[in-house]
């Protein structure tokens, strides 16, 4: 049994070494130079080119590289009569706060403001907005998005949820899919946490910014495709967003002449929000290759027809 390191975007090498670390009796190849594809049980796999899974005749579970598992999926070949696992990981959770605690905290102290100010040598005050008077709304309250709803609620914000059912978290006031108009009312900082799914495409547009208050900002951690980018232009222009903080774009890296680079009201990072760690994430990787050879259920089992 030989698992495949599979991936596209990713440097396949600290994941060889963290599992092999873990066991160095696993047989572990990396794509596109493995001695022989019929082997090949287990895929580890990030952004694998269309088609290339048809090769591995006898393969039994294709394990996502990270969070999501959109980028599996988009691959019309995609062999959906197999299991498909994702990563689920504490120190991503973790991560993933630490960097919208941040952008949210940036917005609110005005640092933007300051450095146009440091720009032009001026030396001017503003009353910053309390933690305690700012909503902060979180679009998807899987993993991700419950841990941070709690970190930011503990830090002494107020926190609404939207999920596309029921979530009861403490201290957060949460909505499901057809209140989504009252829930992003009240959004002082609107953050996207959403899965890639086709009723989640698109949906931070012109009609949803219309209707956060005036002056509000967006902080998109998902995916580059939950966002109309043309939308997100317009609403900076007529103010009616102050900013926007972007990790993730439609077409990553972001191209060079993107109109995104040039407009000041955006902060973008190059996808970096919450990179998997190679080390923290292995134990449950072989775990979950074991469990497969020994035909036992897997942990963190994706549900393909839902899409997370
Ligand atoms: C990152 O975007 C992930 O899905 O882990």
Known sequence: MTISIICTNKNPEPWYLALKEIDPSLDIQIWPDENNKSVIEFALCWKQPEGILQDYPNLKCICSMGAGI???LSDSFFP???PVIRLIDPSLAQSMFEYIYTAAMYYLREFDLY???KNQIIWEQHQPKAISQTTIGIMGLGKLGEYCARKLSQAGFN???WARTKKQIEDVKTYTS???EIFV???DIL???LPLTPQTVGILNSELFNITPKNSYLINVARGEHLVESDLITALNTGQLKGACLDVFTTEPLPQDHPFWTNDKIVITPHCSSITDPVSVAPQIVQNYRLMQSCKPLMNEVDLQRGY
């Open 80 to 82: 959906k009569n197999l």
């Open 191 to 193: 953050i996207c946490l």
């Open 115 to 117: 450095q146009r100010q």
């Open 159 to 161: 926190i609404v949820g």
């Open 70 to 72: 959109d980028h599996l």
């Open 178 to 180: 057809e209140q989504l």
């Open 185 to 187: 009312s009240q959004t």
